[in-house]
């Protein structure tokens, strides 16, 4: 079993920041990439950030220079600063990763529950 638990969200307001957080546990053999995605109301689920295991790092347009996602290896867990918010970055934000549970085993996907965001104009 993998579990992926997130935490940091809540409200603020227009021009502040918030750190997300993501832990991986359980049956954890290797993290490979990681990210975190977002789903507002009436939207799809979209990427914010991803970074794989070296610390390569990819961004979507939207957030890019106001954002940082980064990663501690040694303790399985992805971060992401969001700094100079938006209201429109209102969302529901979940981690992803990809988690091998044994050598040979594949490396499926798997999903946090969400941590809220909420940004006031």
């Not at 529901?92 to 006031?120: D, F, H, I, K, N």
């Amino acid at each position: 079993q993998v579990q992926l638990e997130e935490s940091g969200g809540g409200l603020a307001q227009a021009g502040g920041s918030l750190r997300l957080s993501c832990g991986v546990s359980g049956s954890v053999f290797r993290v490979e990439d990681m990210g975190w995605y977002r789903e507002a109301p009436g939207k799809q689920r979209e990427l914010v950030a991803t970074i794989t295991l070296s610390s390569h790092t990819t961004y979507a347009d939207a957030v890019k220079g106001r954002f940082t996602i980064s990663r501690d290896n040694a303790k399985n867990t992805v971060y992401l600063q969001m700094n100079k918010l938006k209201a429109e970055d209102t969302a529901l934000y979940y981690c992803r990763a990809e988690v091998a549970t044994g050598w040979g085993l594949g490396m499926p996907e798997y999903w946090g529950q969400g941590t809220q965001v909420t940004v006031s104009s």
